[in-house]
């Protein structure tokens, strides 16, 4: 005879279904500098398995939101939750779930690609030999093994960037923040960084947040968030976000949703 199932206490919180939890929450999140007002009242989702893109014009509000998120900044008003782990209240465990690959670069030009990922384990606490074995593996997954004891200042802007997205993955996170991490690459590498990206999505379940200006880097099938002068304008899958907005494709949307004009070369 099976044993009946355990009545649940009425006392207990519930335990959150794993596949619910967001893994970003913003909400109701505002920033000012000053008297300068770079977020109002923001709010949106990212789910994991997913590839939000975060498309906004330069000024919009994205750096700054990238700053809250990982705690550069300290939060004003609203919440930021990384897979239910409030960022405020609980940083080490919402951190430690979180990768990002930064504007700017942030590599040790004068050290070897594995000296800067050995580097960066050590600062997550992950053991030399586990960092050794990690650091191997992400560098064979970037195509960059035979350049590993090569100075970081000898390889190509796209080899760099693949080696910040291998850094920020170290540390096995779910959730990859990445700001503008295309600006500067050539067609070549630019699309060679989102394929690894979108490949992290499909076959690791990341969740990912793309800070971007350029449309051509969204594809059906993404989560949109429309952030102009620190307001979320429109998010949604980009099928709504282009049907709400009346318009044909993404860069009419945008147009129509900030009344900004385009620019040449498929840019917001
Ligand atoms: N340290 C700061 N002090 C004062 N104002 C700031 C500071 N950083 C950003 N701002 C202002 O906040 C607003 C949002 O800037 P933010 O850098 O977050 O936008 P962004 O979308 O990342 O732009 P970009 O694509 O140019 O990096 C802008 O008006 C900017 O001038």
């Known amino acids: 005879m099976t044993s009946p199932a355990p009545i649940a206490d009425p006392r207990e ?12 929450a913003i909400d109701g ?13 923001v709010s949106f989702n990212v789910q994991p398995a997913s590839f939000t893109a975060l498309l906004g014009l330069n000024g919009a509000g994205k750096s700054t939101l990238f700053s809250l998120i990982t705690r550069l900044f300290g939060i004003q008003s609203g919440r930021v939750g990384i897979f239910g782990h409030d960022v405020g209240r609980s940083p080490g465990e919402a951190l430690r779930l979180l990768g990002v690959v930064f504007q700017p670069r942030t590599l040790d030009l004068d050290l070897s690609l594995t000296q800067n990922l050995l580097y960066h384990a050590a600062l997550h606490g992950i053991s ?15 195509g960059l093994s035979d350049r590993a ?5 000898d390889l190509s802007g796209g080899q760099m960037r693949r080696l910040e997205i ?19 690459l050539d067609v070549k590498a630019r699309a060679d960084i989102i394929s690894h990206v979108r490949q992290l999505v499909t076959e690791q379940g990341i969740g990912v947040l793309w800070a971007t200006h350029l449309f051509d880097e969204i594809m059906a099938g993404d989560d949109l968030v429309v952030l102009h002068q620190g307001k979320v304008l429109a998010q949604g899958p980009m099928s709504r976000v282009i049907t709400e907005a009346g318009a044909q494709d993404v860069n009419t949307a945008f147009m129509r949703l900030t009344g900004a004009q385009t620019m040449p070369g498929g840019g917001a």
């Open 13 to 24: 919180t519930p335990k959150p279904d794993p596949a619910a939890v967001p893994a970003l």
């Open 166 to 184: 291998a850094r920020a993955l170290l540390h096995r996170p779910r959730l990859l923040l990445l700001d503008e991490p295309t600006v500067g």
């Open 29 to 41: 999140v505002s920033h000012s500098y000053g008297p300068r007002r770079a977020l109002i009242d």
């Open 128 to 142: 030399r030999r586990e960092a050794s074995a990690r650091s191997a593996e992400l560098l064979g997954r970037i």
């Open 149 to 153: 004891g090569s100075k970081v200042r």
